[in-house]
């Protein structure tokens, strides 16, 4: 198949890099040449780093054939794609006028966003419904096993099966979930992570127990405290704020988090979170 992913950063160029894997012709869209070029080195990059580890079918530049980068999103790109995955900023205006655009020049594709918060009915509006869906891809996208469907209510449902059908054949496991504020993943996620936050704060135990038993105890790979400083602690402290304003109080991010977040402690990108890196 065609498809078109629009957003060559972290998610698009992994996003990228799997469909190609997977067999399939992709048109990468990024916003001007200086990115776009920047887009392609990623993706060749990523193809190179995962044959060299033994985890690519086929020679990374013979992959790379099948990838064209453009700066915009035209029919004529656009004509014949079946799937369009938008990953562009966290930015509900953006979005929509990203899918829009792709929604003219892609009439026949199913306009899937890579958002991990914002509401996909929200993203919907005024645009072709039922052909739009949420799929959440996980970093790094060609390593982690995880593709979280959200479907809206407008969604058809042969759209959603298409896409689960991709998936799959992509080698990621499924799940569905219905539009609701964190979706699965990240309302379960920071739910733990914001807990075990407060349990540091109120003297329960260190990070390091709280996380070694969460690891040893319950086999997590990694504890909820490690886990939000790879994350960002001002990633975490935005999505819990969104999800307290959505579902209620139980989500109200800690002190100690927004201390910290204050305090320019954002986790392992700063140097110093809950752990010193
Ligand atoms: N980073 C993660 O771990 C992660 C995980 C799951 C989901 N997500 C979601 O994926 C999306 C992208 O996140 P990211 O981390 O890849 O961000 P990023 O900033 O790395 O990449 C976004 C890219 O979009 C490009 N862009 C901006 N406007 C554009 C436009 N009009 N047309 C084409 N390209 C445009 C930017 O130049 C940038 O390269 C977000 O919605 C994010 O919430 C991120």
Known sequence: MIAVVIGGGTMGAGVAHLLLAGGHEVVLVEAGADRAAAARRAVEASL?????????????????????????LDTQVGRGAALVVEAVPEDLELKRRVLGEAASACPD????????????????????????????????????????????????????????GWAEELGKTVIEVRDAPGFATSR??????????????????????????MRLGYGWPMGPLRLTDLVGLDVRLAIASHLAAELGPRFEPPTLLREKVAAGHLGRKTGQGFFTW
């Open 109 to 164: 594709a199913v306009l899937a966003s890579n958002t991990s918060s914002l509401s996909i009915s929200a993203l919907a509006e005024g645009l072709p419904g039922e052909r739009v869906l949420g799929m959440h891809f996980f970093n790094p996208v060609p390593v982690q096993q995880l593709v979280e469907l959200v479907h809206h209510a407008g969604v058809a449902a042969d759209v959603v099966a298409r896409v689960r």
């Open 48 to 72: 190179a780093k995962a044959s060299e580890r033994g985890r690519l079918d086929g020679a990374p530049h013979e992959l790379s054939r099948r990838l064209t980068v453009v700066e915009r």
């Open 188 to 213: 379960l996620g920071v739910a733990v992570g914001m807990e075990a936050i407060r349990m540091l704060e109120e003297g329960v135990a260190s990070a390091e127990d709280i996380d070694t038993g």
